[in-house]
Nanobody, 125 residues
Framework: QVQLVESGGGLVQAGDSLRLSCTASGRTFYGYAMGWFRQSPGKEREFVAAIDRSGVGTRYSDSVKDRFTISRDNAKTTVFLQMNSLKSADTAVYYC??????????????????WGQGTQVTVSS
């Protein structure tokens, strides 16, 4: 079993930055890729970013590429999402995710085995 706990969400203005953290418990953290997803009211949960187990390989959705950065600290079993130049369209609940089949190539919700509880990010324009 893997437990994921997110933190760092909040209310910011457009153009601001925010850093999300997700701390994992469970021995499988080291062997799994990690990802961030988000969901806005009335919309399906969508992929945001993923990082492989080594922390070297990353993948981003087109909507956040060049603005968001995913990283991980395996010693602290924590994954981060640095979000810069935030837009109102980034407003959503952000979820940390992992799973045996999650990779930086295959990163749909269907391959996620474990989800965090989510953290709200609200960007005012």
């Amino acid at each position: 079993q893997v437990q994921l706990v997110e933190s760092g969400g909040g209310l910011v203005q457009a153009g601001d930055s925010l850093r999300l953290s997700c701390t994992a418990s469970g021995r499988t953290f080291y062997g799994y890729a990690m990802g961030w997803f988000r969901q806005s009211p009335g919309k399906e949960r969508e992929f945001v970013a993923a990082i492989d187990r080594s922390g070297v390989g990353t993948r981003y959705s087109d909507s956040v590429k060049d603005r968001f950065t995913i990283s991980r600290d395996n010693a602290k079993t924590t994954v981060f999402l640095q979000m810069n130049s935030l837009k109102s369209a980034d407003t959503a609940v952000y979820y940390c995710a992992t799973g045996r089949r999650l990779t930086i190539v295959e990163h749909t919700s269907a391959v996620v085995d474990y989800w965090g509880q989510g953290t709200q990010v609200t960007v005012s324009s």
